[in-house]
């Protein structure tokens, strides 16, 4: 079975400032999807980045890029630029490309970010 | 479109009651799931439709766990006799079977069994 690991139950930052959240997984998949969701207290979940695993390339979104290592089975985000509006819970998520159950997520217990002013 | 919607927001109940909660999915999309969230800890996959049929369902959905997806288009998830381990945020999402790769989920729906 798949898994989501996040070790940082909590960061912080200061507003301008850059963060990075970690994220490690494990499967025997070879091709699958990676996922950050934002979790704002409002509680609605909002994709923020995704990552195909069969690219090489690091998706980046404006201030929001990864830095994807499949070797390592370590997907981090790094969010550039804080804004107070980045102050959230965080969740990694995988999802594998094709075969049984791959509308599946699964997610790790998520990362509360806090955003200084 | 307005996106996902769930209904109530909130709602508590006593245990031993039975409560459903509905969700409207994108209008656009076939398929459509229920997750949970509990205090702490990341959504968990309960259950999944395709259209009107339900394809998958977790084993952590208990026999008083019961969801539907009338005509492929709203869907409803009921709790008999509820416990206080019911408590949690119950989530819905949706997308479409092609060409997408994440979902959108709706704001959800908190239980809270006193």
């Known amino acids: 079975a798949q898994t989501v690991t996040q070790s940082q139950p909590e960061m912080s930052v200061q507003e301008a400032e850059t963060v990075t959240l970690s994220c490690t997984y494990d499967?025997?998949?070879?091709?699958?999807?990676l996922f950050w969701y934002k979790q704002p207290p409002s509680r609605q979940m909002i994709l923020v980045i995704r990552?195909?695993?069969?690219?090489?390339q690091n998706a980046t979104e404006n201030r929001f890029s990864v830095n994807f290592q499949k070797a390592a089975k370590s997907f981090s985000l790094k969010i550039s630029d804080s804004q107070l509006g980045d102050a959230a819970m965080y969740f990694c998520?995988?999802?594998?490309?094709?075969?049984?159950?791959?509308?599946?997520?699964?997610f790790g217990k998520g990362t509360l970010l806090t955003v200084n002013p | 479109d307005t996106g996902v919607s769930q209904n109530p927001r909130h709602k508590i109940t006593k245990r031993g009651q039975n409560v459903t909660f509905r969700c409207d999915p994108i209008?656009?999309?076939?398929?459509l799931y229920w997750y949970r969230q509990t205090l702490g800890q990341g959504p968990e996959f309960l259950t999944y439709?395709?259209?009107?049929?339900?394809?998958?369902k977790s084993r952590l959905l208990s026999d008083r766990f019961s969801a539907e997806r009338p005509k492929g288009s709203f869907s409803t998830l009921e709790i008999q006799r509820t416990e206080q381990g019911d408590s949690a945020m119950y989530l819905c999402?949706?997308?479409?079977?092609?060409?997408?790769?994440?979902?959108?989920f709706g704001s959800g729906t908190r239980l809270t069994v006193v």
């Open positions: 998520a995988y999802r594998r490309r094709s075969g049984g159950s791959n509308y599946k997520l699964t």
């Open positions: 499967t025997s998949e070879s091709d699958y999807y």
């Open positions: 990552q195909e695993a069969y690219k090489q």
């Open positions: 999402a949706s997308s479409p079977s092609t060409g997408y790769y994440g979902y959108t």
């Open positions: 209008s656009e999309h076939n398929r």
């Open positions: 439709f395709q259209n009107e049929a339900q394809l998958e």
